[in-house]
Structures are given as C-alpha cells and as structure tokens.
C-alpha cells in the first residue's frame, strides 16, 4: 500500500504543536468560528517559537479550511468548515450510526491477512483454542479527511464467505450478516490513547496526538465471539455523546445515562 501524505501538517514539531494546539481549540469551540486569530507576534510570543514557524501553523490552518487570511483585517476563524465534517454518535443509537456511516464514508484498505489472532483478541471473543482469524485495518474517511482507523479480526470459518475486495467496498456488519451470522449482542469500551507513527500517518495528525478509543466485541445466538473491533477515531472529526437525565431523591439524587433506563425498560 502506499504512503498517505499529511497534507494538512506543517513541517517541523513546533509548528506541529502550534498546529494542533490551534486545531484543538477550534474543533472543542475555545476559538468560535468568525473570531480573530492574535497577530504572528503574538501567537509567536505565546507558544515560545518564531515567527516563521507560526506562519508555518497558520498556513496548515488556512490550507485545511480552518482559518481565512484577510488582508488589512487579519486572520479569522472559520470552525463551521470543521462542525460541517465532524460526526457525532450518540450512545443510544451508536451501532445503527455506525453501519449508516460505512454507507456515506469510504474506506481504504490498508492491510488483509489471515493469522493466529492475538492472546487478548482471542480473549476476549473466549476462544479456548488459538483460533485463526482474518485481521484487516481500513480508514474510513469522509470529504477525503481521514477520521477513523480500523483493525477488525474475524474467525477464518466465517471470513472465508467474503472477499478482500468486498471488505473494501461494503461495511463488515453487513458482511457477517450476508454471511448467515445472526448477531445479537455486543459490548463496547471507549477510552483514549495516542497516535504511533503508522496511524498517526494514515489519519493525517502528527505522532503522539491524542485520539479517541473503542473496542467492540460481537456476539452470535450462540455466545460465539464473530468480530473483534479495535478503531481509532480523530477527536476533531468524531465525538461520542451520551444523553443523560436527573434521577432519584434527596441525596441520592444524580445523573443517569438516559441508555441506562432504556435499557432497564425492556428486562
């Protein structure tokens, strides 16, 4: 496979930093869209670099959209350019979310191989035997900006019923599905971790940049683990958001996932 390029990512760390240190206050709404941007000095001042590497910054910023150069008024936000692109997922509705995006994104595949699966996959899907697995990573992106990177292990009896260019074109959950797997449980966690160099690559952000987590294990009729989900997400393209309602009396009163209650509804 060949090499993404960073196409947004200034050259050098510090104008890296500066970069996403912008970006992040953009994206999270620190620097509101219309705002204007402190002058080169300024900025060059704040975060301890030269002039030349604000620039450098600056012009990454403005080259992804994010900020718009005015002659005679300075430099302006432009966050709605970003807003437009982010996705986020709601807890309640996450894994419906999920199969709809495979639809209006796409995908690269990256890598496809069959092999042993790893001793925490295996696991985790309660393999008592070393079972062989199909591992494939994919970055889904949309607009052309990569925002998600995933590395999904299937049992080889099951992954034999499609191809690898079928991976390529059509999301895995439908996969299975046309494959005869009724599944009828999953469990997900989400925490963060930081970028390596190979993925920091492919989602176009600098090594080390901070990125959203998720593990997701499904599970057939049977209990059998079918898939094994390992996905990065970019915090400036994707978010998790979790409703929550006010529940309870006096000092026991707190806040409650709304999923939670549903959840206690139907048993």
Do not use: C
């Not at 196409?7 to 970006?23: D, Q, T, W």
């Amino acid at each position: 496979m060949g090499n993404m390029p960073n196409a947004h990512l200034p050259e050098g760390a510090k104008a890296r930093r500066v970069y996403l240190s912008l970006r992040d206050q953009i994206s999270d709404g620190r620097l509101s869209d219309g705002k204007s941007l402190p002058g080169e000095q300024r900025l060059a001042e704040s975060y301890g670099v030269s002039r030349v590497t604000v620039r450098r910054a600056l012009d990454a910023l403005s080259d992804a959209s994010l900020i718009e150069k005015r002659a005679g008024s300075g430099t302006i936000v432009r966050s709605a350019a970003l807003a437009g692109k982010r996705a986020a997922m709601n807890f309640n509705t996450l894994m419906p979310q999920l199969v709809e995006m495979g639809h209006s994104t796409t995908a690269r595949l990256l890598s496809f191989s069959y092999s042993p699966a790893p001793d925490f996959v295996a696991q985790a899907m309660n393999w008592d035997t070393p079972e062989k697995a199909q591992i494939a990573t994919r970055v889904r992106s949309a607009d052309d900006i990569p925002f998600s990177h995933l590395t999904t292990y299937v049992p080889a009896s099951i992954a034999q019923n499609y191809s690898e260019d079928d991976l390529a074109t059509t999301p895995l959950f439908k996969l299975l599905e046309r494959s005869g797997v009724q599944i009828v449980e999953a469990h997900q966690s989400v925490s963060a971790t930081l970028a390596g160099p190979d993925v920091a690559e492919a989602l176009e952000v600098a090594v080390g940049s901070a990125l959203l987590s998720l593990k997701r294990v499904m599970r057939d009729v049977d209990g059998n683990g079918v898939e094994y989900l390992s996905a990065l997400y970019r915090p400036d393209m994707f978010s998790l958001e979790m409703p929550l309602n006010r529940i309870g009396e006096g000092k026991g009163r707190h806040w409650e996932p709304s999923i939670g209650q549903a959840e206690r509804g139907t048993t």
